[in-house]
Structure formats: C-alpha cells, structure tokens
C-alpha cells in the first residue's frame, strides 16, 4: 500500500526566512506524481506545487521549490521569504497513475513568526 | 465557473440518521472523489469515480454509498449516521491533463 510520511507535526519559522518541510513516502510504481497542499484556517485546500515522477528537475512555483529524491523516496518543500499568510497546515500528497485517488500525509502546522 | 462546489457547509446529525452531502462540479471533470478529513489524520479516501456509471472503494468506504449518474454530480450518502463518522468530508475532482485534484470547501458534520 501506499504510504505517505510528515516526520514533522509542526514547524515555525520567522517571518522572510525560510524552512524546509519533509516528506517521504512509498511506492512500488515508476510513474506517479506528488503534490504539496496548503490548508489555511479557512480550510480551503490550495494546491501549493506538483512533481511529475518522470522528471529529474525539482519544481519551483515562485517562492515555494521541491526537492525531489527519487531514490530516496523524498519530497521536500522549501519555502523562501516567508509571509505571514503563509502560516498554514501543508500536506504531501501521492498519486498513482491518474488523478481519482490521492494519499496524504498527516499534515505539518506551519507558524510565520512577525 | 464556480469550481467544485459541496453542500451543505455544516450538518449536526442524530446517530441513526440519513443525509446526503452533495457535490457538483462544472469543469468537466472524469474523476471525482470524497475524502474525509479527521485531526490528525490528513485526508483519506472513501469512494471515488472515474467516470458516470463507475465508482470505487476508497481506504475507509464503510458506512458510506456514492452513484455516479452525471459527470457533474457525485454525492455521498450516509446510511446510519454514526458517532464514529463526525469529520471534515471533502469533494474534489480532477482530470488526467493536470494529475491535480480540485477541492470543495469542505463540510462540517457532526454526528451525536
């Protein structure tokens, strides 16, 4: 079965710096795809970055990177220049082949110190 | 376009009771799916559809039935509310252009 692993429950992290969440996961496929999802308060889930298995190059979406170790099973989520509205729940997330079935971590609570 | 859209936004249910939670989507969409959110738990699946006519069991179906009769429509019943069913229930839907899932925002149901 797939599985997905946040070894972190919760993390902080002062305003404009940046912090690292982890994420691992298990899968006895070649082809899927990862995602990081932010939960704000409002609880809205927000997709934050997609990985596609397939490709060697970490995705970036502005201030939010991946780095992605395929070996290793690893997905972690680089957040730079942290913002207040930032401070959110971010799940890692894993899908096997197409998009009707995802399998989440258990969440990590991020905090933006001002 | 109004996304995926879930209702109601919150429900309080007595054990034994039946409900249905709606969920509508405009995009076009093959896939659909419920999840259902519990604290510390993240989200696990409970039945989803790769198209009209055709669904499947999740992680955790128990307690609950799906139909997909339209592409836009895919709604969860709740046979015999339980105790045990009190979460946070999501709708998403998605397409295999993209490999992401689109949300709702989410019902809150309590069962007493």
């Known amino acids: 079965a797939q599985t997905v692993t946040q070894s972190q429950p919760e993390m902080s992290v002062q305003e404009a710096e940046t912090v690292t969440l982890s994420c691992t996961y298990d899968?006895?496929?070649?082809?899927?795809?990862l995602f990081w999802y932010k939960q704000p308060p409002s609880r809205q889930m927000i997709l934050v970055i997609r990985q596609e298995a397939y490709k060697q190059q970490n995705a970036t979406e502005n201030r939010f990177s991946v780095n992605f170790q395929k070996a290793a099973k690893s997905f972690s989520l680089k957040i730079s220049d942290s913002q207040l509205g930032d401070a959110a729940m971010y799940f890692c997330a894993h899908s096997q082949g197409g998009s009707e079935k995802l399998v989440f971590g258990k969440g990590t609570k991020l905090t933006v110190n001002p | 376009n109004a996304g995926v859209t879930q209702t109601p936004k919150f429900q309080v249910l007595k054990t034994g009771q039946s409900m249905t939670l709606q969920c509508a989507q405009d995009?076009?969409?093959?896939?659909m799916s419920w999840y259902r959110q519990d604290p510390g738990m993240g989200l696990r699946l409970i039945h989803y559809?790769?198209?009209?006519?055709?669904?499947d069991q999740g992680e955790v179906p128990n307690g609950y039935n799906v139909s997909r009769s339209t592409t836009e429509d895919f709604p969860l019943r709740l046979l015999s509310a339980a105790p045990s069913q009190t979460s946070v229930y999501f709708c998403?839907?998605?397409?295999?252009?993209?490999?992401?899932?689109?949300f709702g925002p989410g019902t809150r149901l309590t069962v007493t």
């Open positions: 998403a839907s998605g397409t295999d252009l993209s490999y992401e899932q689109y």
């Open positions: 559809s790769v198209g009209a006519g055709i669904t």
């Open positions: 899968t006895s496929e070649s082809d899927y795809y």
């Open positions: 995009m076009n969409h093959e896939y």
